[in-house]
C-alpha cells in the first residue's frame, strides 16, 4: 500500500482540507516517493492560498525570502533565503541530486539556480502586501507582544507546506515556506534544518510546521523519527507536540506501520493511499 500524506500548515484553514486532498491524490500517481512529495509540494507552492512560494508570507523590509528541503535515506538538499524562483523545493531537489552540497542559500543558491535555468519569477501576491501592511500597522500599536502570541500564526502566517510518502517501500519527505512575516530579512526557520522542519530514513518521514525556532529548538523531526517503532506513531507525535504547551506546532509523520498528522492547531491535511 502506497501512503502520501500532505499538509498547508498549522494554523492555516481547515476548509483547505479539499484542496490539499486533491493536490496529495494527483501527487501519489508519482513512480517514486521522492517526486511524489515534490509534486504534492509544489501544488501547493503554486496556490497562493498557501504560505509557500507564490503568496509566501514578506519579511518586515518587503522581501520574500523562502527555505524548501527535500529528504530520503542518506540524502538531503535545502535552499535557505532563496529569492525570484517559482519553486523552491524544485532547486532544493537539484541542490541534493546535481550538487556535491546539502545546504545552498542566499545570493549562492540563486546563482546555482539560474545556472540550471530557473528563470526569474516574483511570487509576491496583493495578499502578501496586505498582510505586511497589517503586521506593520500592528507593530505601530504596539499590538504584537511576540509571534510566540497564539493568535499570530493564525492572522498572519498559515504556515508551511510539507508531504511525506512511502512508495514501494521507500519514504521520501519535502518542505517549503515563505517563513513568518514578522521576521528580519535573513531569519532561516526550522524547515532546512536538517532534523528540525524535516527528517527521513530507512524507518520513515516526519516533516513539522509551526514556529520554527521552537521547532529547532527541540530537534522536533528527528526526535520523532528517532522514536518510531517504541510506540504507535500517532501517539509518539502526540507526546512530542504535547510538550510545546501553547507554541502552534504540527507534524506528519509515516512509518512502515503508520501515518499520522497531528498538530495542536487547525491544520488542513490529506492521508492518501493507493494501492499499485
Ligand atoms: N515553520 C516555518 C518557519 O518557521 O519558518
New binding site residues.
Partial sequence: MDVLIAHG??SHREDLKKIVEKYAFNAIEEENALNAVIKAVMLMEDDPEFNAGTGSNMRLDGSIQM?AAVMVPNDFGAVINIEYVKNPVLVARDVMLRSPHMILAGDGVLKFARKLGYEYYDPSTEEAIKRRERVLQKLKNGEIPSYYHPQFLAEF?G??VGAVARINGEFAAAVS????SL?LRG?????PIIGA?IYCGKKGAVV??????E?MRRMLSFRIYHRIGEKCLEEICREEIEKFGDVPVGVIAISDEDACAISNRSMPYAIVKTQR
Fill in positions: 500548515g498549522a527555505d502566517l504556515d508551511t515556506t515563505g517563513g513568518t521576521t531569519r532561516v526557520g526550522d524547515s522542519g513539522a510546521t509551526g514556529i520554527g525556532e521547532i
